[in-house]
Structure formats: C-alpha cells, structure tokens
C-alpha cells in the first residue's frame, strides 16, 4: 500500500498549482491513462524545457516549488526533481525526492572554485512509483548541456533507474555515488542548506545567500558561459 504523501499536494511539491496540473496534462495528452508513458513524457519535459542551472536561490521554501520553477524554466537538480515529483503527483502517479552525495569530475572551473569541492552534498532525484517498485529519476541535465560535456543524456524507459553515469562519452570519469540520503515526501530545505553550511562552510554558504539578496536577477552567475575541465 503506497502512502497517500507521495500523492498529495505540499506547499514545495505544489501538484495542485493551476500552472502545474495544466503542465502535466499537456505532456501527458498523448499517453493515454498508462502511467508509464505519462512519467516518460514528464521525464523528458523537465530533463530538456527546464534548464539546469546551480547558481540559483536555494534557501526558501519558494526557490523549489514547482510552479516557481515552470515559470522560471531554470533549475538545479533538486528543484527540477521537484517539479518532476509535482508533475507525477498531478498525474496520480506516487511520486517522491531522494537525495545523494556526489563526487563531480567534471564541473566547470567556475562552479568548483565556487563550491570549493567537486563533492555535491544532497543531489537530488526523485522517484516514480511504476510496477510495483520505486524507480529513480534524474532530469537535472537538459540535452544541451550533456553535448557541451560530452555526456551521453540520462534516458528514461520507466522501468529502470536513470541515475548519472560514471564515464562520459570520452570514457573520462564523471560521477560518483558516494552517499545516500533517503527519501522524502517533500523538500527539506533547512536540512539541505545545514548540510551543506557542514560541508562548504558556514561563511561560504552565507555569502551565497548574500550574494543572491543583493541581485535583482535569480541566477548570480551564468554557468552556460563557463570553462569545462
């Protein structure tokens, strides 16, 4: 018996949003009521219309909902996630957040001075209920950006998990799974943001959230132009 969380609305997962719900049910108009076909559709909604983005806000409730982030059509792993979980919810489908640590091998140069690490504490994914088990889900990387990488896009044929690769296509090291998280019914933003106070640094963490209440502008860098290792 699924949980009747991983199907209700929240303030973050917003799957009741007017925005949301009509969102769902343009992706979803040619699927018919299979609910694999309707999570594939979503998967590769969020993964490619939503642009990845990790130089936005991340410490109010606000900066993942999902109808938040429709409207922005940019995203980092964890809000595009959520709006993937929204958009499963919106769809009846039982739809969940879980969380990783990460080691990145191939960031931006700009992005890991700006960590300070090539470990990303809480990335996250989420997870459809689809034939009788969980299945993990990971839309943070639209098409555009796996080319400028050289990494073979994440696929999603809604029966296996579609977590990040180790090698890109040049059989460099890309990414490593060093820690699970858990899962959650919605987004836990003030563990998210303790957490990685304990991992960057306390002042590093708040001098981003500074940084963001001084520009007019959600994101304060701009990672498509940066340098790739």
């Known amino acids: 018996m699924i949980d009747k969380k991983y199907l209700a609305p929240t303030l973050i997962i917003d799957s009741d ?13 040619k699927t018919g009521n299979d609910p694999v076909k309707k999570a594939i559709s979503l998967y590769y909604a969020v993964r490619d219309d939503i642009w990845y983005d990790p130089y936005l806000p991340f410490y ?7 109808s938040n982030v429709l409207n922005k059509r940019r995203g980092f792993c964890t809000s595009k996630a959520a709006l993937l979980c929204a958009l499963g919810r919106a769809s009846k489908i039982p739809s969940r ?13 700009q992005l890991l001075e700006y960590i300070g690490s090539n470990i990303f504490v809480y990335h996250g994914y989420m997870e459809f209920y689809l034939g009788d088990k969980w299945i993990k889900v990971t839309p943070a990387f ?21 977590i990040f690769h180790p090698y890109n296509e040049k059989q460099n090291k890309f990414m490593e799974y ?26 590093r963490v708040e001098g981003w959230i500074k940084a963001h209440e001084k520009t007019n502008s959600d994101s304060i860098r701009d990672y498509d132009k940066e340098d790739i290792i």
Do not use: M
């Open 17 to 29: 949003h007017p925005l949301v719900i009509a969102y769902a049910q343009n992706h979803t108009r």
């Open 178 to 203: 060093l820690k699970d998280h858990g899962t959650y019914s919605d987004i836990p933003v003030n563990e998210i943001v303790a957490a990685w106070k304990d991992a960057y640094g306390k002042d």
């Open 97 to 109: 957040i879980g969380f990783s640590t990460v080691q990145n091998h191939l960031a931006t140069k």
């Open 60 to 66: 109010r409730d606000e900066h993942y909902q999902a």
């Open 142 to 162: 639209n098409i555009e950006l796996c080319e400028k990488h050289s990494i073979k896009p994440l696929e999603f044929n809604g029966c296996e998990d579609s």
